[in-house]
């Protein structure tokens, strides 16, 4: 088949060269043929050498690349990314794991498969697509996860109402692509049980990327008074339990994750005497509360979606992590997040400085987190790191 052709200015295929996959549409010189929105495309220099085949795309980012070797996708393609994406997933003892059956399968272009996320809950799959690209052939990656994983999958749950982008103006449902709603959403996370409501919940339903720093948290939480502010389904909550914190109070805006956040504790510890959770705005509950706590978690949403946001982002970290500073019993332990793309490691860290100093504390640098390895950063995109966090301890 004949794809349209994308020709690139000269010198713009140098980061195709390196195996960047994306092509900007300042980078075209000119297109032969006239895709639509998600057709594929073949990437020519202007001197009609073949660079890459990808996604096409209007808007800022043109082209997503998902191969640089001349091949015709089709759905041995697709399946095979998945198996690869798939075979790392239990090279790294995720994926066929005893304890854990909820991680990310694909990684968008950490996964070579830009504009596509999918994570696995137990028997369900559930996709998210960015691009009219992926949607397009949203069934057939259905059936390929289907034929990767055997009989151990059963569902796959399509999940883009709101991640496609909305110029697209794309007509679609979320609902299931293979199987049913099986009404059964118990996950599991080393080997603490989450309810998974990818029906209506945010993301996929259940924040997968805060695995490996909830468990790094819980060597901590031992006989320590724990607020998880920002705790969504209460993920950072049960883990401080189980790791002996002496109490542990949840806040959160939304009063449906709050009810999540009390469910999840009950399915893990019945009968639990030592957490309580609040309703109430972050902001609101860290000027009104006494100096009690010494283990303090912020995970608050992406602060900026986009960079034309920027500044007020970085404010609002050092606004936030400031409140916390100020009340943090000595020798706490702050555990910050920032889950935003468009901000960088060192944008984030110099928010958390600049908030640090200003309450005048001896603070040191424990560790310094990112996304785990489910969440893979392709070497030659390095924009795919997003998640961001810092363990702090204040004396
Ligand atoms: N830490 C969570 C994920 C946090 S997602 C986990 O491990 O799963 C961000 C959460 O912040 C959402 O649940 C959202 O409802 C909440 N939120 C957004 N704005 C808020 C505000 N001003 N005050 C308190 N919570 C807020």
Known sequence: MDFA???????????????????????????AGSPKEGDIVDVYTCNGEYCATGHYQIG?????????????????????????????????????????????????EGDFM?????????????????????????????EGLIEVFGGKLENVYYKSESTLPFKANIDTEDGYLIGKDDKNYIATENGLKFQADWL??????????QRENRALLE???????????????????????RGGAKEVHSVDSSAKAI???????ELNFADCQNHEAYAV????????????????????PAFAKHRDVLRNALQGYKKLNAKAFEKIKPGGI???????????????????????????????????????????????????????GLVLYVE
């Open 5 to 31: 052709k994308v020709i690139l200015k000269p010198k713009k295929e140098e980061s195709l060269q390196r195996f960047h996959p994306w092509v900007f549409s300042g980078a075209i010189q000119k297109i």
């Open 60 to 108: 800022s980012i043109a082209v997503r690349i998902f191969t640089f070797e001349k091949t015709e996708p089709g759905k041995s393609f697709w399946t095979e990314k998945l198996r690869r994406a798939y075979e790392m997933r239990r090279a790294i003892g995720l994926a066929e794991s005893s304890d854990t059956d909820a991680y990310r399968l694909i990684h968008g």
């Open 114 to 142: 830009p504009g596509l996320g999918i994570d696995i809950y137990n028997k369900t799959a559930v996709m998210q697509a960015h691009s009219v690209g992926m949607h397009n052939i949203r069934q057939e990656l259905a």
């Open 200 to 209: 209506k919940g945010q993301k996929t339903g259940f924040f997968i990327d």
């Open 219 to 241: 060597k901590y939480a031992k006989g320590r008074s724990v607020l998880n502010m920002f705790c969504y389904t209460g993920g950072f909550s049960f883990y401080a339990l």
């Open 259 to 265: 009810e999540l956040t009390k469910k999840n504790v």
């Open 281 to 300: 705005d972050a902001f609101k509950y860290l000027d009104d509360m006494q100096d009690r706590y010494d283990l303090i978690i912020l995970d608050p």
């Open 334 to 388: 702050l555990f910050t997040f920032s889950c935003s793309q468009a901000v960088s490691k060192e944008q984030f860290r110099l928010a958390v400085f600049s908030a640090a100093a200003i309450s005048g504390r001896n603070v040191k640098i424990l560790h310094q987190l990112t996304q785990p390895a489910d969440h893979p950063v392709s070497i030659y995109h390095p924009e795919g790191e997003y998640l961001k």
